[in-house]
């Protein structure tokens, strides 16, 4: 078996959630921050069956795009409290999909 750990954005998550629930996987929804935007994101957790696995990933790759955001730059080591922050580009998503190997799943 192997846990999926999905991050996604939120705009993206009612559909792959609604679609993944339709092929019957098992989901755990979180809702976390990341650390750059400091905006609101998803994480998924998904125990699956190695067979099952690949069904997933194409899942939320066509579910999930990605998207242009603005942040506000980083100040640079030592800078002074006058350091005005310009706008950054970055791009987010589609997903950030972590697949870790499960030993045991037990349930009680
Ligand atoms: P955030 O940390 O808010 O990052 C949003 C986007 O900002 C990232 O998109 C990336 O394009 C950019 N970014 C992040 N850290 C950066 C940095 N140190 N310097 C320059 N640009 C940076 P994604 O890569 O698609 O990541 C989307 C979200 O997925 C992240 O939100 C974070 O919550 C999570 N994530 C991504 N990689 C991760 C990792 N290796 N470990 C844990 N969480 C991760």
Redesign the pocket.
């Known amino acids: 078996m192997k846990m999926l750990i999905a991050?996604v954005?939120d705009e993206d998550v009612s559909r792959l959630v609604n679609e993944l629930m339709n092929e019957g996987y098992y989901i755990t929804k979180l809702a976390?921050?990341?650390?750059?935007?400091?905006?609101g994101?998803t994480t998924l957790l998904l125990g699956v069956e190695e067979d099952r696995l690949q069904g997933a990933l194409s899942i939320i790759e066509r579910t999930c795009e990605?998207r242009k955001?603005f942040?506000a730059s980083?100040p640079p080591l030592g800078a002074s409290s006058a350091f005005v922050p310009y706008p950054?580009e970055?791009?987010?998503?589609?997903?950030?999909i972590?697949v870790l190997q499960v030993d045991q799943n037990i349930r009680y």
Do not use: C, D, K
Request: glycine share 16%; proline share 4%.
């Open positions: 991050i954005q976390t921050t990341g650390g750059f935007l400091r905006a994101n990605s955001q942040a980083p950054v970055v791009t987010v998503g589609g997903a950030n972590f």
